[in-house]
T-cell receptor, first 115, second 109 residues
Framework: ETGVTQTPRHLVMGMTNKKSLKCEQH?????MYWYKQSAKKPLELMFV???????ENNSVPSRFSPECPNSSHLFLHLHTLQPEDSALYLC??????????????FGPGTRLTVT | KQEVTQIPAALSVPEGENLVLNCSFT??????LQWFRQDPGKGLTSLLL?????REQTSGRLNASLDKSSGRSTLYIAASQPGDSATYLCAVDGDKIIFGKGTRLHILP
């Protein structure tokens, strides 16, 4: 596989469930990102990891818990979500971190519905 | 606080026309600006990235310009094709990464 992959592509979960989203990049990049895209709102950056270390957390509620075991894999652990958390969750990667000349490459996203 | 605005929100043009999409931002202290396209229900595809020290970037039929002092970027698409139909997003990388809401482009065959 090439590029950035995300699994699952669709997820329906109840508010009391615990689930995880997975992202894998095959580009040899060092930085990875989680974004949330809600209907009629701009894309929002949630977390940034650079060389496995978290470098940004943009005031994301603790019911979202990221994990980056290595530069190729990124997880988003979900628990006790609310219906307003329903959205498209996008993962991205880049060669280097933010604020440079590095383009971000996105995965296809996970469509999450919280019931 | 950075605000990014994309006007128009939607645009329909006949195939073959040249067109310009606009992105404006309120804080000129940015590191770079990136243009993306997003097809319905899909992830984003990077089109062009302009660093703060650059004035423009070109890739094929696409040309993006950046004027930091006026807080504006434009994406020029030459000889538009039906396959160009998508939502075009700009993202400004400054203190935070802020995206615009996008311009939904429809090219009429």
């Amino acid at each position: 596989e090439t590029g950035v992959t995300q699994t699952p592509r669709h997820l329906v979960m109840g508010m009391t469930n615990k689930k995880s989203l997975k992202c894998e990049q095959h580009l040899g990049h060092n930085a990875m990102y989680w974004y949330k895209q809600s209907a009629k709102k701009p894309l929002e950056l949630m977390f940034v990891y650079n060389f496995k270390e978290q470098t940004e957390n943009n005031s994301v509620p603790s019911r979202f818990s990221p994990e980056c075991p290595n530069s190729s894999h990124l997880f988003l652990h979900l628990h006790t979500l609310q219906p307003e958390d329903s959205a498209l969750y996008l993962c991205a990667s880049s060669q280097g971190g933010r604020r440079g000349a590095y383009e971000q490459y996105f995965g296809p996203g996970t469509r999450l519905t919280v019931t | 606080k950075q605000e990014v605005t994309q006007i128009p929100a939607a645009l329909s043009v006949p195939e073959g026309e040249n067109l310009v999409l606009n992105c404006s931002f309120t804080d000129s202290a940015i590191y770079n600006l990136q243009w993306f396209r997003q097809d319905p229900g899909k992830g984003l595809t990077s089109l062009l990235l302009i660093q703060s020290s650059q004035r423009e970037q070109t890739s094929g039929r696409l040309n993006a310009s950046l004027d930091k002092s006026s807080g504006r970027s434009t994406l020029y698409i030459a000889a538009s094709q039906p396959g160009d139909s998508a939502t075009y997003l700009c993202a400004v990388d400054g203190d935070k990464i802020i995206f615009g809401k996008g311009t939904r482009l429809h090219i009429l065959p």
